[in-house]
């Protein structure tokens, strides 16, 4: 017999994602902070009211997503212990979240030109010759005459992470790396069936070029300017649902 509306039988929920998940609120809550090390896995088992499999899973779960390491042995280094959370962790768990979630095109357009733009604002008022020969690199390489796409596609990514980086926010910084590599494969796959290669390169070049200048004046307005001019152009020229 079915059940009446609204007495639906609950959801059972496995039993690691509820360690998972008080594990989670001490992380929150700064009950345990880096540097930390977890109860062993039986006392944890036990004050937790839960098999030492579950406990096992969550911590997996922990260290996949670069919040906690694992070590066995006796010294000061054993154990599970959390981490400072490398913004590499945090990049890669934001770009495969990205990556397989259906967000409508004006979105990731509007959330791309709000981070970047803020990067070039940034990167203007902190710029070095360090800095700026950071940015150049990848930009000479996309200037080789005969660059294939997926060369000049991996330049690219480069050329945009460079800015980035350079803007003094770590966390818009993995943001827009987050974005930028989880549409990596869907630019290359779109460059790839582009009819005219050169004159699509040639275009990329002159933004790209544009966007440097202005930042190698210490320029922001007019960087941040180009590199929105840049991103809605790609958008538009291309007519697909992501950006270079």
Request: no cysteine.
């Amino acid at each position: 017999m079915a059940a009446p509306a609204g007495w639906e039988p609950v959801q059972r929920v496995p039993t690691y994602e509820l360690v998972l998940r008080r594990i989670e609120e001490q992380l929150i809550n700064r009950t345990l902070r880096p540097g930390d090390r977890l109860p062993p896995e039986r006392e944890l088992a036990t004050m937790l009211g839960a098999s030492r499999p579950a406990v096992r899973e969550a911590l997996r779960v922990l260290q996949a997503q670069g919040v906690v390491r694992s070590a066995v042995g006796t010294g000061v280094d054993s154990g599970t212990i959390v981490t400072q959370a490398p913004s590499g962790a945090l990049t890669r768990l934001l770009r495969v979240h990205l990556a397989v979630a259906s967000f409508p095109l004006s979105d990731v357009v509007e959330s791309r030109v709000m981070f970047e733009r803020f990067s070039a604002l940034g990167a203007a008022k902190a710029m070095t010759p360090e800095v700026l020969a950071r940015i150049e690199e990848p930009l000479l390489a996309m200037d080789e005459p005969d660059i294939e796409r997926a060369r000049f596609n991996e330049l690219d990514t480069e050329f945009h992470v460079a800015i980035a980086e350079a803007g003094g926010n770590q966390f818009i910084a993995d943001l827009t790396v987050a974005v930028r590599e989880s549409i990596r494969g869907d630019i290359l796959g779109t460059l790839e069936q582009a009819g005219d290669w050169p004159e699509i390169r040639a275009g990329l070049r002159a933004d790209h070029h544009a966007i440097y200048r202005a930042l190698a004046a210490a320029d922001g307005p007019g960087a941040a300017d180009a590199l929105e001019r840049h991103i809605e152009g790609f958008y538009a020229r291309m007519q697909i649902g992501v950006s270079s």
